[in-house]
């Protein structure tokens, strides 16, 4: 079975500090994502990566940055969080062929205060 | 505009009744997804069909690529199936999905 972990599960923060969510899978996939979840809003792609070293901007990346140092690992940095920020943060890992299954960690609930 | 429209929103059934669920799409997908969120929960795959008609035990899909639509079919549904039943198109290239925002499902026993 494919595992995504996410940490921290809960998060609150301050506006203007820095937070970090951190992802881990030990499915091999190189692709991983991050989305966040908004009530009227669905699932929203923030950022992707294809592998080890790269990052992509998706729909809505303004305000974040990804980080991908490893194939396992895949982070969500907000350098100056905002109450805007708040949301339900889900990382994913997938392969890279068009017909591949994504297999969601079980998200980080962050509280921009 | 959103590329992925679910409807209905909401569904409420009594236990043993059917479900469908549709899902319409802006353009071609090439991957067509349908995902099962538990309240508060994580996103689970339930089925992978760009094409054609896939069951898998009390769930059925049938995605009409020219016509831009999905649908999920669920049988004889249970208090456990309640839930958000998501939809997602492939994006472009490079393996992205775009989510539709989801069809909430409570059956009742």
């Known amino acids: 079975e494919a595992a995504v972990t996410q940490s921290p599960r809960n998060k609150v923060a301050v506006t203007g500090g820095k937070v970090t969510l951190s992802c881990n899978q030990t499915n091999n996939h190189n692709n991983m994502y991050w989305y966040r979840q908004d009530t009227g809003h669905g699932l929203r792609l923030i950022h992707y990566s294809y592998g080890a070293g790269s990052t992509e901007k998706g729909d809505i990346p303004d305000g974040y940055k990804a980080s991908r140092p490893s194939q396992e690992n895949f982070s969500l940095i907000l350098e100056l969080a905002t109450p805007s920020q708040t949301s339900v943060y889900f990382c994913?890992?997938?392969?890279?062929?068009?017909?591949?299954?994504?297999?969601f960690g079980a998200g980080t609930r962050l509280s921009v205060l | 505009g959103q590329q992925v429209q679910q409807s209905p929103s909401s569904l409420v059934l009594q236990e043993g009744e059917n479900a469908e669920l549709q899902c319409n799409f802006s353009s071609t997908a090439t991957q067509l997804q349908w995902f099962y969120q538990s309240p508060g929960g994580s996103l689970v795959s339930l089925l992978s069909?760009?094409?054609g008609t896939k069951h898998t035990g009390r769930l059925t899909s049938t995605t009409v690529t020219k016509e831009r639509r999905s649908s999920l079919h669920i049988s004889s549904s249970q208090t456990t199936d309640s839930g958000t039943y998501l939809c997602a198109r492939e994006q472009g290239t490079g393996s992205k999905l775009s989510f539709g925002k989801g069809a909430k499902l409570t059956v009742s026993p």
């Open positions: 994913a890992s997938g392969r890279t062929s068009s017909q591949n299954t994504l297999y």
């Open positions: 069909n760009p094409s």
